[in-house]
């Protein structure tokens, strides 16, 4: 709007031409919109009660996001499931070096792309029996609930499973 009044255009010209109100435009251009008060949900939490969902995050990884929010509730956070699992995702640190990645790869072409291996990894971990607490434990043993070895909580299998995308040639 501003190079537009530069250029003589009326408030009502340059609302039709960027598609909104008039008075938006005068706002702008008076300078009134500045420090007004913001449209649009609130943010429910606060940078302390995020470092504080990580730190309980950190302190065993293999909770599940109802186990995180009853936590994160006792700890004066109150939210939804979803925020949980919007807020566990990536920290600033990961955020900056995916960026960073796709900064890099963006005008790669076709041919640059066709040269790279895509896989993905999942794993599968499955309950043989559904009673008694979870155990999230690598290698065989007893369970560390268990002093004479017998009688573990559950048997846990993992399974990994390995998708490959080979690139395509011509021949």
């Known amino acids: 709007p501003d190079t537009l009044k530069r250029e003589g255009k009326t408030q009502k010209d340059i609302s039709e031409r960027i598609g909104c109100s008039q008075s938006a435009v005068s706002r702008h251009l008076s300078g009134k919109s500045v420090g007004r008060k913001k449209c649009g949900k609130k943010r429910c939490t ?3 009660g995020d470092r504080t969902l990580r730190k309980i995050v950190e302190k065993d990884r293999f909770q599940t996001l109802g186990d995180l929010r009853k936590q994160w509730t006792e700890s004066g ?6 925020t949980v699992h919007r807020r566990v995702l990536l920290n600033q640190k990961q955020q900056q070096k995916r960026l960073t990645w796709a900064t890099e790869k963006q005008h790669w072409t076709v041919a640059q792309w066709s040269k790279v291996l895509f896989s993905d990894e999942s794993k599968f971990c499955m309950s043989f029996r559904n009673q008694g607490a979870r155990v999230w434990r690598s290698g065989i043993g007893p369970s560390p609930q268990s002093s004479s070895g017998s009688g573990h909580l559950f048997s846990l299998c993992s399974v990994f499973c390995h ?3 080979f690139p395509q040639t011509s021949h």
């Open 46 to 48: 606060t940078r302390r």
């Open 77 to 82: 956070v109150e939210t939804s499931r979803a």
């Open 163 to 165: 998708t490959f995308s």
